[in-house]
């Protein structure tokens, strides 16, 4: 198949690509970094620069690529300016379902977030509504970005929404020198007794290469063990060489529960990671 992946650069779209270049498709990737081209090329994938804002480079890009399906992997994390990945959510994925709508697309598959549920008892499954309502102001800018995301993707004749838990592994914020190990051994990180889903970012990339086939909706990419933090906080530090000293453990959020994954384990993902607790291992 001729495939698109914008954001192809990213944590996830640098395992995909070799999968989908393997498996023997056509890949174009998009960046908005000139610098980062040669890595795309690198991968196995034709690489074209469009930034997600600029509605016609958008166009541009998704004209020349011509793709059958367009893989969405596009965050503004790096950056860690929240707006911006909310922005990008809701402008770049307006631009890039216009596009593609254009081009005839008959399949996208996107990157969401499995922890924009409304609070609840127990792990979420997809039937459960986003938290478009009771929301305090700061999540609701973020639920509000990710409720549009899927929208917009769902005008796509077949649309798979992948709503990842927190990625851990290679080029992500919970691994050895990423972000969240950092603040771990700058002291500015507690516990908490809020629930959370992780995902290895490798079963990520498997699940965006699997959904090629997968039926329209929305799936949980999430590993078997939603967890407290007080219970995976200090795994996640030994795993990254971090003496935790004292750690104060406050209360959760309501709407800290993580997310069930038999839908897409239904489907035939199974991950290879099944467990934070042993994948952190992997970040030494
Ligand atoms: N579910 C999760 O836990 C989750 C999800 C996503 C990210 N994160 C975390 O966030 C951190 C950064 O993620 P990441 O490495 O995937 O990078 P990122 O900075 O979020 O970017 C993701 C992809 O989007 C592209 N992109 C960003 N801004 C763009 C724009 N304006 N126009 C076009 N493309 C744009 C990037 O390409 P270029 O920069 O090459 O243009 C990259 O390919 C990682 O630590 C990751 O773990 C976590």
Request: with cysteine; aromatic share 8%.
């Amino acid at each position: 198949m001729n495939i698109l992946i914008a954001g192809a650069s990213g944590a996830v779209g640098r395992m995909l690509v070799p999968r989908l270049v393997q498996a023997g498709h056509t890949v174009t990737g998009t960046t908005h970094r000139p610098e980062n081209i040669q890595v795309i090329e690198s991968l196995g994938a034709k690489a074209l620069v469009a930034d997600a804002f600029d509605r016609d480079a958008t166009f541009a890009a998704v004209r020349e690529a011509s793709p059958e399906v367009v893989i969405h992997q596009l965050t503004s994390l790096g950056s860690r300016v929240f707006a911006e990945n909310s922005r990008i959510r809701v402008e770049g994925t307006r631009h890039l379902v216009d596009a593609a709508r254009e081009a005839g697309v008959k399949r996208i598959i996107v990157q969401s977030i499995a922890w924009a549920y409304q609070p609840g008892n127990g792990p979420a499954t997809e039937n459960v509504p986003l938290d478009v309502e009771s929301a305090d102001p700061s999540r609701k800018r973020s639920v509000d970005a990710v409720a549009a995301l899927e929208e917009t993707a769902a005008e796509i004749p077949e649309h798979v929404i992948l709503r990842y838990g927190l990625f851990y592994g290679p080029g992500t914020w919970y691994t050895s020198g990423g972000y969240m190990a950092e603040e771990m051994r700058e002291g500015r990180m507690s516990a908490n007794e809020g629930v959370s889903s992780f995902v290895h970012v490798e079963d990520a990339a498997h699940a965006a290469f699997q959904a090629l086939d997968w039926p329209s909706g929305a799936y949980n990419i999430v590993d078997d063990e939603p967890a407290r933090g007080s219970d995976w906080l200090p795994i996640f530090a030994e795993s990254v060489g971090v003496s935790l000293l004292h750690t104060t453990v406050c209360e959760g959020q309501p709407w800290e529960r993580g997310a069930a994954n038999a839908k897409a384990r239904g489907l035939g993902w199974k991950p290879l990671y099944p467990s934070w607790r042993t994948g952190f291992g992997g970040n030494h």
